[in-house]
């Protein structure tokens, strides 16, 4: 069974340049988080989709960053503009519902210059 | 905040049984405790959850003190693959996960 898949795995950009990063969990999973985790730091979650539903998203800097589940399965999460303290691994992960185990991608390491 | 204390840091020889304490003191009848790993530049991988009783699984067993107010995670055989970061989080059932900054493990030869 294919795990969560993430793209990209890298990626630089100049500050207040757009980003995305796509997601697409477990298959049969309602459930998907996005984390960010600052180097020497546990992950922090930025939101949470049940299905298409963002669910819970108190913690996502609304004013530059936005996420779409748009069908309920893959993600997209996005930062316009970035900023340098933006540079982070973002994670992705599911769970077959809200409170299971949760399953992680590999990440998208970013980097803002 | 994370619901739970970890040691910065553990050494463990090649070999030898790794043993990961965490304390949750305040954890309550509902919440179940878990366990996850980050080896360097990859996501966090799932290891074992337990509510009250002990668990076992093909990478770790979970030891549930009876008053639920710590547990330990053992991995039996350590290997230099089992070098990470080492998470405890309680949790209750659908609520979201809060990881502290967890443990480094480090397996040494």
């Known amino acids: 069974e294919a795990g969560v898949v993430q793209s990209p795995r890298y990626k630089i950009i100049e500050k207040k340049q757009p980003v995305a990063f796509w997601c697409n969990p477990i298959?049969?999973?309602?459930?998907l988080y996005w984390y960010l985790q600052n180097l020497g730091q546990g992950p922090e979650l930025l939101i949470r989709?049940?299905?298409?539903?963002?669910?819970?998203d108190s913690q996502l800097p609304k004013d530059r960053f936005s996420a779409e589940r748009l069908k309920g399965v893959d993600s997209t999460l996005k930062i316009q503009p970035a900023e340098l303290g933006d540079s982070a691994v973002y994670l992705c992960?599911?769970?077959?519902?809200?409170?299971?185990?949760?399953?992680f991608g590999p990440g998208t390491r970013l980097l803002v210059l | 905040d994370a619901k739970t204390t970890q040691p910065t840091s553990m050494d463990c020889a090649e070999g030898r049984a790794a043993n990961l304490p965490c304390n949750h003191s305040?954890?309550?009848?509902?919440?179940?405790v878990y366990w996850y790993r980050q080896i360097h530049s990859q996501g966090p991988q799932y290891i074992i959850h337990?509510?009250?009783n002990n668990e076992t699984n093909e990478m770790a067993s979970l030891i549930i003190t009876e008053d639920r107010k710590s547990s330990t995670l053992i991995l039996p055989h350590a290997t230099l693959r089992d070098t990470a970061v080492y998470y405890c989080?309680?949790?209750?059932?659908?609520?979201?996960?809060?990881f502290g900054p967890g443990t480094r493990l480090s397996v040494l030869p």
């Open positions: 992960a599911s769970s077959i519902t809200g409170g299971e185990t949760q399953y």
């Open positions: 298959s049969g999973h309602n459930t």
């Open positions: 989709y049940e299905n298409e539903e963002a669910v819970d």
């Open positions: 305040t954890i309550s009848g509902n919440e179940y």
């Open positions: 337990g509510l009250k």
């Open positions: 989080i309680v949790i209750d059932y659908g609520q979201n996960f809060v």
